[in-house]
């Protein structure tokens, strides 16, 4: 593994950049907790998912002790850590950056065609995707590749190049991770009831009902094609659509109405319908919804 010539120096530079940092042992792991942290009987730090009265010394916890502060980084209770740290990891949510992490060579080559370029880091077998924006954190969102920004640590392996752009949509639909995979035996819920998208409920609508039909059924048919594996990305990534198409109306657009055909569509091709909805959730919220 790469090592860190100066692990301390590292890290205090980058937390006076705003980066919060934590120390990483051999095997670029965080250091264990201590005995009063152990299985998280001090009820964990405050800014994990489940905030708790943790106010421990040392590096424990992992991300969660990740800080910016350099009275901390410097103190007797994270002396012992850096004395036998041999590289430094860093927040990347906490730092309001993600970081998209391709394992190898193939993954690589997927993100060149696929991603929009950014800044970015060599690392011992692939690269470090670097965007400005922050999202929740997933792994394998794909082959050879893991998503990092709110609840994890990535490893600083220098500043890298190239200039850093916003956090794309193709990266959050990624995030959003299909909770289970259709099963021949069937879809454990149940289909919601159809609402179908009409006038009446875009009031403030500037495009004609032909041309929101034409593209909902379109998307639909998108959705629903993905009989195998896919359909709730399919479904975000429609809902992200047609919902920008809405972004100049005076609104109200009745996207809710939209939506609701397509958590439809999703969940008759075996997406478990709280998945579905919090996908098309997402997308027209991603897209900035402007009425429902």
């Keep these: ?17 705003g980066v919060p940092v934590l120390p990483l042992r051999r095997g670029k792991v965080p250091f264990g907790n201590c005995t009063a942290c152990a299985d998280n009987a001090c009820g964990g730090r405050p800014n994990m998912k489940a905030p708790g009265p943790c106010r421990c010394p040392a590096p424990c916890h992992g991300w969660a002790a990740a800080t910016t502060d350099p009275a901390v980084i410097v103190s007797p209770g994270w002396a012992a850590a850096w004395r036998q740290a041999v590289c430094v990891a860093y927040h990347p949510g906490g ?12 993954a690589i080559t997927w993100a060149r065609g696929f991603l929009p370029t950014t800044r970015t880091v060599p690392t011992t077998r692939g690269e470090h995707w670097i965007y400005q924006g922050a999202t929740t954190s997933h792994n394998a969102v794909r082959p050879g590749a893991d998503i990092k920004s709110h609840m994890s640590y990535a490893r600083w392996l220098g500043p890298g190049t190239g200039r850093m752009k916003a956090l794309p949509d193709a990266v959050r639909a990624l995030a959003v991770k299909e909770d289970t995979t259709p099963s021949p035996g069937g879809v454990a819920s149940c289909l ?5 998208w009409d006038r009446t409920v875009a ?6 009902e032909r041309y929101v039909r034409t593209g909902l059924e379109r998307g639909l048919a998108l959705v629903t094609a993905r009989t195998e594996s896919g359909a709730g990305s399919q479904a975000f990534g429609v809902a992200r659509f047609l919902a920008a198409q809405h972004t100049a109306c005076p609104g109200p657009c009745g996207l ?16 478990p319908e709280a998945y579905a909805r919090r996908a098309v959730t997402n997308g027209l ?4 919804e402007r009425a429902a």
């Design 1 to 17: 593994m790469n090592e860190t010539p100066y692990p301390l120096h590292t890290a205090l530079s980058l937390a006076a950049s």
């Design 256 to 271: 809710a109405a939209i939506g609701e055909e397509i958590v439809t569509a999703a969940v008759s091709v075996g997406v």
């Design 285 to 288: 919220e991603t897209a900035g």
């Design 95 to 106: 730092a309001g950056l993600t970081v998209v992490d391709l394992d190898n060579a193939e």
């Design 192 to 196: 919601p009831a159809r609402a179908t």
């Design 203 to 208: 009031t403030g609508c500037r495009h004609t």
